[in-house]
């Protein structure tokens, strides 16, 4: 039997092996895709006829454009700054070639970009503001319009450039906007007052949206040249008697529309409102169109992403690329579900569970996700497949706040956060051990980023319930992370709170680092420009005041971004090597050493 931190090893090293594919769409005749098939997430594409594929970015890809059919060009963001998110935008050809800058724009954090063919817009923010800007391939770059609240740009085409965010300074409501290029007016739209309207896209003048100013999430298709409103109609009953609570993506093919409509955390393709076969669980990124073909990118939380040729009402998709896990992986992760529990006000909160451990009761981890507006969902994550492959049965609750259920459940941490989103972590812990998954003496809390900071909460607040915690990337104190912010983290912390700044030291980890009573373990990115390092250095300064054991690991010349499977190692191996330590049979209890 090999020891335990080689067996984490071997198994680390294979889960980052495996490669993720999201597609951005078709261009040049491929299918375009970003993968971390080679270590590093790059942007690739592949002829799906001859079935030949081109890596086409070496460093590290940020974020890309969804790409259209008629340009050859693929435009993309990178990191210039060793993780502190300052990104240049660049293009390549889809077939291959050389990468080369869009504009000689400075670099700055660039949050949502679109490209027409021949123009990228974008939202970027800098120390001091955001703004829309506009560049031409090759050519020159300007500012549109300062921007005083969070939004971001979606779409880009002929005279107006659109997008969607907290445009009406109410935190619990998202507005679109649409940019006249010709003429820089900036119109707001809302159908509805307190309804929440998201990432429209453009064809023709034409607006498709999704807004739940109706109840339930739906597309919407606005003219702004006359103001008309329309529900976008379809020829087919299959989207309608699927009934989506939200959508990942959507958009126009051919004058059609199509939706990748989603519930309970897993989504489903419609073409005219006609259902796409595709596998049960995620469709990543957006749907390839090509020569009569539709191809997608799905995974499941047990199933890592493989690509796949699909089509309306013929059965089974055939895939494209493939991708295995070892067996000895695969087994731990065949056991997961999704269920619901009532929190302590009767809320019922969404969970996934995977019973990577061979004992029920067995060690287990509530893992808690970032975001917060974000989910655990049916879909592949290295994070939760890495603790379920390492033995443990992991509770992952979709703690109010998270997205996936619709509006009101998503905004119900604004103006709360780390209050009753807190206690359904709690709550996650509590129906785990009733459920026979998590044995009560052995239970970590784990998470990265507000996942890291509902852990240190967790630690501080509630020090008995658990055996040892995880925090990656965390907060650990408010006010000293909103100093350090720029201008659009800034802004995300005043939505966040709603501007209840007389919460900031109730809810903030620091205030409670001398009541922390299990082990910690600590790991952030030396560069995070998101949440930042040094509040948690002060953090861990408290914990020494207080004789506390804890285990700090800052990883140098990298972000809050994973963009390397090398840097995922560095996040992965220490939480693997803790949890081990703490959780597996006849570890003793670690008592903290009196101050
Ligand atoms: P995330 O990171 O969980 O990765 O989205 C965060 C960054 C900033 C804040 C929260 C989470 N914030 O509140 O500023």
């Not at 592949?46 to 590290?60: C, I, Y």
């Not at 001091?128 to 740009?153: H, N, P, Q």
């Not at 880009?156 to 006249?180: A, K, M, Q, S």
């Not at 785990?432 to 998590?438: T, V």
Request: glycine share 10%; with cysteine.
């Amino acid at each position: 039997m090999e020891g335990g931190v080689s067996r984490l090893v071997r198994l680390v090293e294979e889960l980052v092996s495996i490669p993720t594919y999201a597609l951005l769409g078709s261009a040049g005749g491929r299918i375009v895709y970003l993968s971390t098939k080679e270590g590093v997430v790059s942007l690739w594409s592949l002829d799906p006829a001859s079935g030949e594929t081109a890596r086409l970015t070496e460093a590290p890809v940020s974020g890309a454009a969804p790409t259209r059919p008629e340009s050859p060009h693929v435009v993309f963001t990178r990191d210039v700054s060793r993780g502190r998110e300052l990104h240049r935008i660049l293009y390549v050809d889809a077939a291959g070639g050389e990468e080369k800058p869009v504009s000689d724009a400075p670099p700055m954090r660039v949050f949502a970009l679109a490209f027409d063919g021949e123009r990228v817009a974008f939202t970027g923010a800098t120390a001091e503001e955001m703004a829309i800007y506009m560049a031409r391939l090759g050519g020159g770059w300007e500012k549109l319009y300062s921007l005083d609240t969070m939004a971001f740009v979606t779409d880009v085409e002929g005279d107006y450039i659109v997008g969607y965010g907290n445009l009406r300074h109410d935190p619990r409501t998202n507005e679109i906007f649409v940019y006249r290029i010709s003429t820089g007016e900036m119109e707001v739209y809302t159908p509805r007052d307190g309804s929440n309207n998201k990432a429209p896209r453009l064809s023709g003048g034409r607006v498709l949206f999704e807004s739940n100013f109706e109840g339930r999430s739906r597309l919407y298709v606005y003219d702004p040249d006359s103001g008309v409103l329309e529900r976008a109609g379809f020829s087919h009953g299959d989207y309608d008697a699927y009934d989506p609570v939200e959508h990942d993506a959507y958009g126009w093919h051919e004058g059609i529309v199509w939706a990748v409509a989603k519930k309970e955390g897993r989504s489903r393709l419609f073409l005219d409102g006609r259902e796409v076969p595709t596998p049960r669980g995620t469709i990543h990124g957006v749907p390839a169109f090509l020569h009569g073909r539709i191809y997608v990118a799905v995974s499941n939380i047990s199933e890592p992403p493989r690509i796949y040729e699909a089509s309306p009402g013929s059965g089974e998709p055939r895939v494209v690329v493939d991708n295995r896990l070892p067996e000895w992986i695969a087994e731990r992760l065949q056991r997961a579900w999704f269920a619901r529990y009532r929190s302590f006000d009767g809320l019922w909160i969404p969970v996934y569970v995977v019973e990577g451990s061979s004992e029920r009761p067995g060690p287990g981890v509530v893992y808690v996700h970032g975001g917060p507006w974000s989910e655990v969902r049916d879909m592949w994550s290295v994070m939760l497949a890495s603790i379920a492959a390492a033995g443990f049965n992991v509770v992952a609750p979709n703690f109010r706040g998270s997205t996936g259920y619709g509006d009101e459940f998503r905004t119900m941490d604004i103006g709360d956060p780390g209050g009753r989103d807190l206690g359904d972590v709690v709550e996650a812990r509590r129906w785990g051990i009733e459920q026979g998954i998590l044995d009560p003496s052995r239970v970590a809390v784990m998470g990265y980023s507000y996942g890291g900071y509902m852990t240190l909460l967790a630690m501080g607040r509630h020090p008995n319930l658990w055996r040892c915690g995880v925090a990656g990337a965390s907060v650990a104190d408010w006010e000293e992370m909103y100093g350090m912010s720029d201008a659009i983290f800034k802004k995300f912390i005043e939505v966040l709170f709603a501007g209840r700044r007389e919460l900031w030291r109730e809810r903030s980890p620091s205030t409670y680092a001398d009541k922390v009573s299990a082990p910690l373990c600590l790991i952030h990115p030396q560069n995070d420009t998101r949440t930042p390092l040094k509040p948690v250095l002060r953090y861990m300064e408290k914990l020494l005041d207080h004789g506390k054991v804890f285990e700090a690991h800052i990883v140098p010349d990298m972000g809050h971004v994973l963009t390397t499977m090398e840097e995922a190692v560095k996040i992965l191996l220490p939480a693997l090597i803790f949890l081990d330590k703490h959780l597996r049979a006849g570890a003793e209890p670690s008592t903290p050493p009196a101050p």
